[in-house]
Structure formats: structure tokens, C-alpha cells
T-cell receptor
Framework: GEDVEQSLFLSVREGDSSVINCTYTDSSSTYLYWYKQEPGAGLQLLTYIFSNMDMKQDQRLTVLLNKKDKHLSLRIADTQTGDSAIYFCAEGGKLIFGQGTELSVKP | EPEVTQTPSHQVTQMGQEVILRCVPISNHLYFYWYRQILGQKVEFLVSFYNNEISEKSEIFDDQFSVERPDGSNFTLKIRSTKLEDSAMYFC????????????FGQGTRLTVV
């Protein structure tokens, strides 16, 4: 069945770049998504990428998609303390989520 | 900005009781979803709903669960006889159209079964 895997934790210093990685299994997914969840809050869509694209840039966010390896990454440039949150990658129409990567940004 | 609202934000219920979690999707959206997140675990798909019927459901969504859109506004998730393991955060989401449009999530209802 469909599955999405992410590493659980990432710690960076303020101003550094963060790279959060994700692997997925469903090669038929048309869209892949990145969601952000702050403590006690809901899920906020950060960005998404269409499956026929390799890269998408949106301000400080860069999404890279390697369809051959079924690997998706989210790069956050100039990471700020306000970026501390859990980041979920998700695939497919019904949104299959990974476990989430907790990003901790140290000043 | 339009948003998905969920009530209550926190529900405590005794094991075996029925609970109804309520969601008001964005008004012109057509696709509706329920997800749950057990503490510290991933967000899991429960069910999708379109055109007044379930379009897809997961293995988690067994006979204890049901969904309804009773009045064209609210979208509810009912758990008939709650178990301790139903304790989780439940998220509702809606989409304007299908998979190529953004899913908007509510803030969630934290269900605690004691």
C-alpha cells in the first residue's frame, strides 16, 4: 500500500539551511505536498509540487523531486526560529502523510 | 480568509460512549475528509466524502465510524462506542475540487477517551 517515510528530527542553527527529506511509494501520485504543523495547531499547506516537475522554488522554500528514487525534499533557506515546527510530506489525492520531521532551530 | 472550523477543540468522553465531532468546511468546497493523529504518530487518512457519499475509506474507518453532512453545512464524524485507542487529534479538511486543489485543514479536535 501507499507509504511515506521521513526522518523524525532535524536540528539547525538560525540562518543555516534546513533540508527535510521524504520517500514515498505511490508512483502514481500527481501531487506531493509539504505541510507545517506548529504546536497545538492544525496543518498548514506550505507548498506542493506537480509530479512532472523536478523543482519548485517559493521564496525561502525549494522543493526537489526525484521521481526515479521516489524522493522528495524541502529546503528552507535562512532558517528562522519561527520555522520550528513539525513538517509533513504527503502524497496523493487522499493525502497519505509521513510521520513528520520535527525541526528545531537554535538561535 | 475562509477557514475550516472544528468543534469542540477538546472532547473528553467515557469509554463506550458515542461522540460526534463537528466540522464546518469552506462553503463552496466539494470534497471533505477526516484524518486522525494519535499523539506522536503520523496523520492518518480516515475517510473522504463527495457528493453526499463516502468516496474512499481506510482500514481504520470500521463500522464504529460514520460520517454525515446533515444540512449542507456541517460535516460530522461519529464514533459509536469509543475505545481508549480512539484517543487522538481528529482533523477535518476540505477541498474545492479534487486532488489538484489545496486541502484546507481545521485546527483539530482533541478526543480523550477515559
Amino acid at each position: 500500500g501507499e507509504d511515506v517515510e521521513q526522518s523524525l528530527f532535524l536540528s539547525v542553527r538560525e540562518g543555516d539551511s534546513s533540508v527535510i527529506n521524504c520517500t514515498y511509494t505511490d508512483s502514481s501520485s500527481t501531487y506531493l505536498y509539504w505541510y507545517k504543523q506548529e504546536p497545538g495547531a492544525g496543518l498548514q499547506l506550505l507548498t506542493y509540487i506537480f509530479s512532472n516537475m523536478d523543482m519548485k522554488q517559493d521564496q525561502r522554500l525549494t522543493v526537489l523531486l526525484n521521481k526515479k528514487d521516489k524522493h522528495l525534499s524541502l529546503r528552507i533557506a535562512d532558517t528562522q526560529t519561527g520555522d520550528s515546527a513539525i513538517y509533513f510530506c504527503a502524497e496523493g489525492g487522499k493525502l497519505i502523510f509521513g510521520q513528520g520531521t520535527e525541526l528545531s532551530v537554535k538561535p | 480568509e475562509p477557514e475550516v472550523t472544528q468543534t469542540p477543540s477538546h472532547q473528553v468522553t467515557q469509554m463506550g460512549q458515542e461522540v460526534i465531532l463537528r466540522c464546518v468546511p469552506i462553503s463552496n468546497h466539494l470534497y471533505f475528509y477526516w484524518y486522525r493523529q494519535i499523539l506522536g504518530q503520523k496523520v492518518e487518512f480516515l475517510v473522504s466524502f463527495y457528493n453526499n457519499e463516502i468516496s474512499e475509506k481506510s482500514e481504520i474507518f470500521d463500522d464504529q465510524f460514520s460520517v454525515e453532512r446533515p444540512d449542507g453545512s456541517n460535516f460530522t464524524l461519529k464514533i459509536r462506542s469509543t475505545k481508549l485507542e480512539d484517543s487522538a487529534m481528529y482533523f477535518c479538511a476540505s477541498r474545492l475540487q479534487g486532488i489538484d486543489t489545496e486541502a484546507f485543514f481545521g485546527q483539530g479536535t482533541r478526543l480523550t477517551v477515559v
